[in-house]
């Protein structure tokens, strides 16, 4: 089994996610905008 180590930035702009072999290369990257709309949706 290969082990993989997952990150997330959540911030408010942008939610950033990430895929990093245990030595922290980096296999892959995702950004995503976050619209206003959708913040003001999880907003509790």
Known sequence: ???IILAADV???TC??????P???QLHKWS???DTL???????
């Open 32 to 34: 995503i905008h976050t």
């Open 23 to 25: 030595e922290l290369e």
């Open 1 to 3: 089994m290969t082990k």
């Open 16 to 21: 950033k996610l990430g895929i990093f072999t």
């Open 38 to 44: 959708i913040v003001q949706d999880i907003h509790f």
């Open 11 to 13: 911030g408010g702009t």
